[in-house]
T-cell receptor, first 115, second 116 residues
Framework: EAAVTQSPRSKVAVTGGKVTLSCHQT?????MYWYRQDTGHGLRLIHY???????EKGDIPDGYKASRPSQENFSLILELASLSQTAVYFC??????????????FGPGTRLLVL | GDSVTQTEGPVTVSESESLIINCTYS????????LFWYVRYPGEGLQLLLK?????QKGSSRGFEATYNKETTSFHLQKASVQESDSAVYYC?????????????FGIGTRVLVRP
């Protein structure tokens, strides 16, 4: 069974502080993704990675950095957390692109509240 | 850009009733996107419910069905008789596979509550 785990599951942060969200997958997938979901919006792609030590910007990368130190781990970093970054964050992994390999497997989400 | 519009929730139905969640899409970056329904049960991550990659085809899983209609750009999700365990949030998504991986564009999600 494919597995993607995230930590922490919830976090309260202060404005201006640094926040690191972690994601770990045991799927042996090359691709990993970070999404955020806000009320009234679908999931939106922040960053993704297709190989260790390399990350790419998604649709809404401003205010976020990402790190992929290994195939299994992918972190999302908020250097200076802001109120607008309060959201639920989802990590996902998938095989390389291809119509029959494009299913993404998601973690349970991290609920972040910035005060 | 690409977009997905789906039924706003919450949608409340009684057990054994039918359910339909509407989904329409606009795909500007790719002519033939892959279409997906993901489901998120309480406390869990999103998981794939069904997907269809060919226009005109129907996908089905766990009693749910959705048909890829290119003419109406729709991918509505239906179930004839729901169970309490179907209470969840359902997301319609379109996928554009390219060098950027398998980029998914999601709808806002539809929360479904099934009354016993």
């Amino acid at each position: 069974e494919a597995a993607v785990t995230q930590s922490p599951r919830s976090k309260v942060a202060v404005t201006g502080g640094k926040v690191t969200l972690s994601c770990h997958q045991t799927n042996n997938h090359d691709y990993m993704y970070w999404y955020r979901q806000d009320t009234g919006h679908g999931l939106r792609l922040i960053h993704y990675s297709y190989v260790a030590d390399s990350t790419e910007k998604g649709d809404i990368p401003d205010g976020y950095k990402a790190s992929r130190p290994s195939q299994e781990n992918f972190s999302l970093i908020l250097e200076l957390a802001s109120l607008s970054q309060t959201a639920v964050y989802f990590c996902a992994s998938s095989d390389a692109p291809g119509q029959f390999q494009d299913t993404q497997y998601f973690g349970p989400g991290t609920r972040l509240l910035v005060l | 850009g690409d977009s997905v519009t789906q039924t706003e929730g919450p949608v409340t139905v009684s057990e054994s009733e039918s359910l339909i969640i509407n989904c329409t899409y606009s795909a500007t970056s790719i002519a033939y996107p892959n279409l997906f329904w993901y489901v998120r049960y309480p406390g869990e991550g999103l998981q794939l419910l069904l997907k269809v990659i060919t226009a005109g085809q129907k996908g089905s899983s766990r009693g749910f069905e959705a048909t890829y209609n290119k003419e109406t750009t729709s991918f509505h999700l239906q179930k004839a008789s729901v169970q309490e365990s179907d209470s969840a949030v359902y997301y319609c998504a379109l996928g554009a596979t390219n060098s950027a991986g398998n980029k998914l564009t999601f709808g806002i999600g539809t929360r479904v509550l099934v009354r016993p």
